[in-house]
């Protein structure tokens, strides 16, 4: 079997409808997948290669030679996944989703009312270590409020947002990070600020290291 014959064999197998699915739940990029559905790509890249093989469980010679056959590969229950968008950033704005924003895409086991208010963002920086590192990844809802002390995200001035303990006053609130290096940054009605989402789970890459 080619590629494309083997790729067709795993999605059936894993009940995966179509590239634009298959994209969602790989984090390659459609385009990506289409081209090579389409016959437009002899080499590969390896990135993509790998990815595929993580996902379904084989090796990348039972995937790319055409002399190997597929042996045994893990069924995946993708009906029962949510996908969210992953993005690398949120800006000004209320399209957080833009093109420009987006990276990839997340998927959680746990089943949600609303999925379409939900999307990850990948955090930046290390204001709020030792719970959240550069690169770790939240899972977001996107409203406009949170609790008093829960973990939101900050749109500041038009500019990237911050993930930060939000604790409130009468008057004002502020952003506490969990490094205390950074002091808290209050914010009153004079900033030009808004709360866009509350953090409800995080994938923390750090934590077996």
Known sequence: MNLIQKLNVLMKKNSIKNTNQLSKLTSIPYTT???IFDGDVNDVRYSTSKKLCEFF???LDELLDDNVELGDFKIIN???KQVFPLLGTVKAGYNYLAEENFIGYIYI???VSDPENYFALKVTGDSMQPVLYDNDIVIVHQQNDVENGQIGIVLID????TVKKIVKYDEHIDLIAFNS????????NTCNFKI???VVEARISKIFE
Do not use: N, Q, T, V
């Open 57 to 59: 469980g084989i090796s």
């Open 196 to 198: 866009i989402g509350k």
């Open 78 to 80: 993708s009906d029962s």
């Open 158 to 161: 038009g500019e990237e947002a």
């Open 109 to 111: 086991d746990k089943e």
């Open 181 to 188: 290096y950074y002091p808290p940054r209050k914010l009153d």
């Open 33 to 35: 997948l289409k081209s």
